[in-house]
T-cell receptor, first 114, second 111 residues
Framework: NAGVTQTPKFRVLKTGQSMTLLCAQD?????MYWYRQDPGMGLRLIHY???????AKGEVPDGYNVSRLKKQNFLLGLESAAPSQTSVYFC?????????????FGPGTRLLVL | LAKTTQPISMDSYEGQEVNITCSHN???????ITWYQQFPSQGPRFIIQ???TKVTNEVASLFIPADRKSSTLSLPRVSLSDTAVYYC????????????FGAGTTVTVRA
Protein backbone atom coordinates (compact mmCIF):
# COMPACT_ATOMS: atom_id res chain seq x y z
CA ASN A 1 0.00 0.00 0.00
CA ALA A 2 1.96 3.01 -1.30
CA GLY A 3 -0.61 5.65 -0.32
CA VAL A 4 -0.25 8.79 -2.44
CA THR A 5 2.65 8.98 -4.88
CA GLN A 6 3.74 11.86 -7.09
CA THR A 7 5.77 11.87 -10.28
CA PRO A 8 8.26 13.45 -10.86
CA LYS A 9 9.91 14.46 -7.59
CA PHE A 10 11.78 17.37 -9.14
CA ARG A 11 11.69 19.16 -12.49
CA VAL A 12 13.26 22.18 -14.09
CA LEU A 13 11.38 23.89 -16.92
CA LYS A 14 12.06 26.84 -19.15
CA THR A 15 9.44 29.56 -19.46
CA GLY A 16 6.81 28.52 -21.98
CA GLN A 17 7.39 24.79 -21.72
CA SER A 18 4.62 22.45 -20.74
CA MET A 19 4.51 19.51 -18.39
CA THR A 20 2.19 17.18 -16.53
CA LEU A 21 2.45 16.18 -12.90
CA LEU A 22 1.01 12.81 -12.00
CA CYS A 23 -0.64 11.91 -8.72
CA ALA A 24 -1.64 8.34 -7.97
CA GLN A 25 -3.40 6.86 -4.93
CA ASP A 26 -4.11 3.24 -4.11
CA UNK A 27 -6.62 3.80 -1.29
CA UNK A 28 -9.71 3.94 -3.50
CA UNK A 29 -10.37 7.51 -2.40
CA UNK A 30 -13.08 9.54 -4.09
CA UNK A 31 -11.62 13.00 -3.58
CA MET A 32 -8.28 14.24 -4.85
CA TYR A 33 -6.60 17.64 -4.61
CA TRP A 34 -3.70 19.61 -6.00
CA TYR A 35 -2.04 22.28 -3.84
CA ARG A 36 0.94 24.54 -4.30
CA GLN A 37 3.18 25.75 -1.52
CA ASP A 38 5.47 28.72 -1.94
CA PRO A 39 8.39 29.36 0.44
CA GLY A 40 7.24 30.28 3.94
CA MET A 41 3.60 30.01 3.03
CA GLY A 42 0.80 27.59 3.55
CA LEU A 43 -0.78 25.38 0.93
CA ARG A 44 -3.14 26.91 -1.60
CA LEU A 45 -5.67 24.79 -3.40
CA ILE A 46 -5.33 24.77 -7.19
CA HIS A 47 -7.97 22.27 -8.34
CA TYR A 48 -9.81 19.37 -6.84
CA UNK A 49 -11.92 16.41 -7.90
CA UNK A 50 -14.79 14.71 -6.12
CA UNK A 51 -14.88 11.73 -8.41
CA UNK A 52 -13.74 10.18 -11.66
CA UNK A 53 -14.46 12.47 -14.57
CA UNK A 54 -15.15 15.56 -12.44
CA UNK A 55 -12.92 18.49 -11.54
CA ALA A 56 -13.41 21.90 -9.94
CA LYS A 57 -11.40 25.06 -9.36
CA GLY A 58 -9.78 25.91 -6.08
CA GLU A 59 -8.29 29.17 -4.86
CA VAL A 60 -5.53 29.58 -7.48
CA PRO A 61 -6.53 27.72 -10.69
CA ASP A 62 -5.16 30.11 -13.33
CA GLY A 63 -2.42 28.66 -15.52
CA TYR A 64 -3.25 25.06 -14.60
CA ASN A 65 -5.50 22.35 -15.97
CA VAL A 66 -6.41 19.00 -14.46
CA SER A 67 -7.93 15.72 -15.46
CA ARG A 68 -9.33 12.74 -13.54
CA LEU A 69 -9.87 10.07 -16.16
CA LYS A 70 -9.27 7.25 -13.69
CA LYS A 71 -10.29 7.22 -10.05
CA GLN A 72 -6.77 6.54 -8.84
CA ASN A 73 -5.03 9.23 -10.89
CA PHE A 74 -5.21 13.02 -10.86
CA LEU A 75 -3.11 14.91 -13.41
CA LEU A 76 -2.01 18.53 -13.15
CA GLY A 77 -0.94 20.23 -16.35
CA LEU A 78 0.96 23.41 -17.01
CA GLU A 79 0.45 24.41 -20.63
CA SER A 80 2.92 27.30 -20.70
CA ALA A 81 5.07 27.45 -17.59
CA ALA A 82 5.91 30.80 -16.00
CA PRO A 83 8.48 31.65 -13.31
CA SER A 84 5.58 32.47 -10.96
CA GLN A 85 4.71 28.77 -11.04
CA THR A 86 7.96 27.84 -9.34
CA SER A 87 6.71 26.07 -6.25
CA VAL A 88 6.31 22.78 -4.46
CA TYR A 89 3.19 20.93 -5.58
CA PHE A 90 1.38 18.55 -3.26
CA CYS A 91 -1.31 16.11 -4.16
CA UNK A 92 -3.76 14.74 -1.61
CA UNK A 93 -6.63 12.29 -1.55
CA UNK A 94 -9.45 11.66 0.88
CA UNK A 95 -12.54 9.60 1.53
CA UNK A 96 -15.04 11.73 3.39
CA UNK A 97 -17.13 9.90 5.96
CA UNK A 98 -20.22 11.98 6.48
CA UNK A 99 -19.03 15.42 7.53
CA UNK A 100 -15.56 14.25 8.46
CA UNK A 101 -12.60 14.06 6.18
CA UNK A 102 -8.91 13.20 6.43
CA UNK A 103 -6.56 14.13 3.62
CA UNK A 104 -3.54 11.98 2.80
CA PHE A 105 -0.71 13.85 1.14
CA GLY A 106 1.97 12.82 -1.30
CA PRO A 107 5.67 13.70 -0.89
CA GLY A 108 5.52 16.68 -3.22
CA THR A 109 7.00 17.72 -6.57
CA ARG A 110 9.49 20.57 -6.65
CA LEU A 111 9.16 22.61 -9.82
CA LEU A 112 11.59 25.29 -10.91
CA VAL A 113 10.67 27.46 -13.89
CA LEU A 114 13.53 29.47 -15.35
CA LEU B 1 -16.58 29.49 4.55
CA ALA B 2 -14.94 29.58 7.95
CA LYS B 3 -11.74 31.65 8.04
CA THR B 4 -9.14 30.62 10.59
CA THR B 5 -6.55 32.64 12.48
CA GLN B 6 -3.53 31.09 14.19
CA PRO B 7 -0.34 32.50 15.72
CA ILE B 8 2.51 32.66 13.22
CA SER B 9 5.05 31.01 15.50
CA MET B 10 5.62 29.55 18.94
CA ASP B 11 8.77 28.50 20.76
CA SER B 12 8.99 25.79 23.38
CA TYR B 13 11.45 23.50 25.15
CA GLU B 14 11.63 19.75 25.28
CA GLY B 15 9.25 18.22 27.79
CA GLN B 16 6.87 21.17 27.86
CA GLU B 17 3.26 21.21 26.74
CA VAL B 18 2.48 23.30 23.67
CA ASN B 19 -0.98 24.75 23.13
CA ILE B 20 -1.91 26.31 19.79
CA THR B 21 -5.20 28.18 19.54
CA CYS B 22 -7.06 28.62 16.30
CA SER B 23 -9.85 31.19 15.98
CA HIS B 24 -12.78 30.46 13.66
CA ASN B 25 -15.52 32.90 14.57
CA UNK B 26 -17.85 32.07 11.67
CA UNK B 27 -17.70 28.31 11.95
CA UNK B 28 -20.81 26.66 10.54
CA UNK B 29 -23.00 24.14 12.32
CA UNK B 30 -21.75 21.21 10.26
CA UNK B 31 -18.05 22.11 10.29
CA UNK B 32 -15.46 19.80 11.76
CA ILE B 33 -12.09 21.15 12.94
CA THR B 34 -9.01 19.36 11.65
CA TRP B 35 -5.34 19.84 12.46
CA TYR B 36 -2.40 18.84 10.27
CA GLN B 37 1.34 18.76 10.90
CA GLN B 38 3.99 19.44 8.26
CA PHE B 39 7.69 18.74 8.52
CA PRO B 40 10.14 20.43 6.14
CA SER B 41 10.17 18.93 2.65
CA GLN B 42 7.18 16.70 3.40
CA GLY B 43 3.47 16.82 2.79
CA PRO B 44 1.12 17.62 5.70
CA ARG B 45 0.02 14.79 7.94
CA PHE B 46 -3.32 14.48 9.76
CA ILE B 47 -3.05 14.87 13.54
CA ILE B 48 -6.53 15.13 15.00
CA GLN B 49 -10.11 16.07 14.22
CA UNK B 50 -13.07 17.06 16.36
CA UNK B 51 -16.51 18.64 16.46
CA UNK B 52 -17.04 19.65 20.08
CA THR B 53 -15.67 19.25 23.61
CA LYS B 54 -12.46 17.24 23.76
CA VAL B 55 -10.80 14.70 21.52
CA THR B 56 -7.61 12.85 22.41
CA ASN B 57 -5.42 10.44 20.50
CA GLU B 58 -1.90 9.10 20.93
CA VAL B 59 -0.38 12.28 19.49
CA ALA B 60 -2.43 15.23 20.72
CA SER B 61 -5.58 16.57 22.31
CA LEU B 62 -8.08 18.96 20.79
CA PHE B 63 -10.16 21.20 23.00
CA ILE B 64 -13.25 22.86 21.56
CA PRO B 65 -15.37 25.19 23.74
CA ALA B 66 -19.14 25.14 23.63
CA ASP B 67 -19.42 28.09 21.23
CA ARG B 68 -16.93 26.40 18.85
CA LYS B 69 -15.49 29.76 17.81
CA SER B 70 -12.00 28.57 18.62
CA SER B 71 -10.10 25.37 19.20
CA THR B 72 -6.84 24.52 20.92
CA LEU B 73 -4.41 21.84 19.85
CA SER B 74 -2.41 20.54 22.78
CA LEU B 75 0.88 18.69 22.28
CA PRO B 76 1.98 17.08 25.55
CA ARG B 77 5.65 16.85 26.50
CA VAL B 78 7.08 17.93 23.15
CA SER B 79 10.40 16.73 21.80
CA LEU B 80 12.72 18.14 19.16
CA SER B 81 10.95 16.01 16.56
CA ASP B 82 7.72 17.95 17.12
CA THR B 83 9.28 21.00 15.45
CA ALA B 84 6.96 21.55 12.50
CA VAL B 85 4.24 23.74 11.04
CA TYR B 86 0.74 23.08 12.38
CA TYR B 87 -2.36 23.94 10.36
CA CYS B 88 -5.93 24.35 11.53
CA UNK B 89 -8.68 23.67 8.98
CA UNK B 90 -12.40 24.22 9.37
CA UNK B 91 -14.86 23.06 6.78
CA UNK B 92 -16.86 20.34 5.12
CA UNK B 93 -15.92 18.81 1.81
CA UNK B 94 -16.37 19.40 -0.99
CA UNK B 95 -18.01 22.83 -0.83
CA UNK B 96 -15.43 24.24 1.52
CA UNK B 97 -12.58 23.04 -0.55
CA UNK B 98 -12.13 26.34 -2.10
CA UNK B 99 -10.54 26.88 1.28
CA UNK B 100 -6.82 26.47 1.60
CA PHE B 101 -4.36 25.92 4.40
CA GLY B 102 -3.30 29.23 5.87
CA ALA B 103 0.28 29.95 6.85
CA GLY B 104 -0.07 27.75 9.92
CA THR B 105 1.85 27.98 13.19
CA THR B 106 5.56 27.22 13.17
CA VAL B 107 6.43 25.46 16.41
CA THR B 108 10.10 25.34 17.29
CA VAL B 109 11.15 23.03 20.10
CA ARG B 110 14.54 23.68 21.66
CA ALA B 111 16.68 21.42 23.81
Amino acid sequence: NAGVTQTPKFRVLKTGQSMTLLCAQDMNHEYMYWYRQDPGMGLRLIHYSVGEGTTAKGEVPDGYNVSRLKKQNFLLGLESAAPSQTSVYFCASSYPQGLQETQYFGPGTRLLVL
Amino acid sequence: LAKTTQPISMDSYEGQEVNITCSHNNIATNDYITWYQQFPSQGPRFIIQGYKTKVTNEVASLFIPADRKSSTLSLPRVSLSDTAVYYCLVGVPPNDYKLSFGAGTTVTVRA
